[in-house]
């Protein structure tokens, strides 16, 4: 089948390698325009280590973004961990359409921050859809659908990483086989089921430490590694990365510092305590018990 891969980063990079093993046809590679750094994007690297071609635009309505998936005469284009929009005159071009991973089981999750959200309300099931691209955010017919279990302390980071990024990659690959074999799954979302959530940002990371521990634990899970939950001391930011959380009565009040560790710092909760192994202030992130030395933080204090 000849492919045009939409995509980047790691997630697009695994893509293309699966998809050139299974014997696919790649007409060409689009990613992002290089930073300001020059580092290439690894979707990139890949692409032209197999003399694949790669396009490159700083915005995919471009009228000759359109021009050139019509010279290019493909199959298919999928999708794969996508930021640029790419639009209904450049996805309805190849002659099947156009494929696009989403790490949730749509409809829940729509949106760019799906796993961070999963985490923050506490999921313990989530996973990823292929669906058909339309013009709406994640609302397309549904190709197919895996799940994965959330372990009481994966973050968005561990989740992605070790379980929806490989089981993305070889759905991908699954879901190209069902269209080369014909008559692929085109199942019609239920709205009715339907939510979208803004991207993960500060304004929705700020620590509430009088909430229960469980939400507290939750929300730094779900913020980590990006935007990274936070809270102050002396009037500054401080990001709260790698953290455990213990469950169980305590007396000391919620956000009280209860312990300052060789390598991290103890903080009491509504309903337990939270062992902190990275926090962020000014500068770099460090060990908990460092940053509680930058900070001048001691036994007894009160974070937020």
């Given at each position: 089948m000849r492919i045009i891969l939409i995509g980047q980063a790691a997630f697009a990079e695994k893509t293309l390698e699966k998809l050139f093993a299974q014997g696919e046809e790649i007409a060409a590679v689009y990613c992002p325009l290089d930073p300001p750094s020059g580092k290439c994007d690894p979707v990139k690297q890949k692409a032209l280590a197999l003399a694949i071609p790669v396009r490159q635009h700083k915005s995919l309505k471009a009228p000759e973004v359109r021009d050139e998936f019509v010279a290019l005469n493909a199959d298919l284009a999928v999708l794969a961990f996508v930021t640029q929009i790419v639009p209904p005159q450049v996805f309805s071009v190849p002659k099947l359409g156009s494929i696009c991973f989403h790490p949730s089981i749509l409809p829940k999750y729509r949106g760019a921050s799906a796993i961070n959200w999963a985490l923050i309300k506490g999921e313990s099931i989530t996973g990823l859809t292929i669906f058909w691209v339309d013009q709406g955010i994640d609302t397309g017919p549904i190709?197919?659908?895996?799940?994965?279990?959330?372990?009481?302390?994966?973050?968005?980071?561990?989740?992605?990483?070790?379980?929806?990024?490989?089981?993305?990659?070889?759905?991908?690959?699954?879901?190209?086989?069902?269209?080369?074999?014909?008559?692929?799954?085109?199942?019609?979302?239920?709205?009715?089921?339907?939510?979208?959530?803004?991207?993960?940002?500060?304004?929705?990371?700020?620590?509430?430490?009088?909430?229960?521990?469980?939400?507290?634990?939750?929300?730094?899970?779900?913020?980590?590694?990006?935007?990274?939950?936070?809270?102050?001391?002396?009037?500054?930011?401080?990001?709260?990365?790698?953290?455990?959380?213990?469950?169980?009565?305590?007396?000391?009040?919620?956000?009280?510092?209860?312990?300052?560790?060789?390598?991290?710092?103890?903080?009491?909760?509504?309903?337990?305590?939270?062992?902190?192994?990275?926090?962020?202030?000014?500068?770099?992130?460090?060990?908990?018990?460092?940053?509680?030395?930058?900070?001048?933080?001691?036994?007894?204090?009160?974070?937020?």
């Open positions: 190709l197919l659908q895996k799940t994965v279990t959330v372990e009481p302390d994966d973050t968005t980071g561990s989740l992605y990483f070790n379980k929806i990024l490989p089981t993305g990659v070889d759905a991908i690959g699954e879901a190209v086989e069902l269209i080369k074999a014909g008559n692929p799954p085109r199942v019609v979302q239920d709205e009715s089921k339907a939510n979208y959530d803004p991207i993960c940002k500060d304004e929705h990371a700020k620590i509430d430490w009088s909430n229960p521990a469980q939400e507290v634990y939750n929300l730094i899970r779900g913020c980590d590694p990006q935007p990274g939950a936070h809270t102050t001391y002396n009037g500054k930011m401080a990001r709260i990365f790698d953290a455990r959380l213990q469950t169980g009565n305590n007396s000391a009040p919620a956000g009280h510092v209860t312990a300052i560790g060789a390598e991290d710092i103890t903080v009491a909760l509504n309903g337990g305590t939270l062992t902190v192994k990275k926090a962020r202030g000014d500068g770099a992130k460090v060990s908990g018990a460092e940053f509680a030395k930058q900070a001048g933080l001691n036994v007894g204090d009160r974070l937020g």
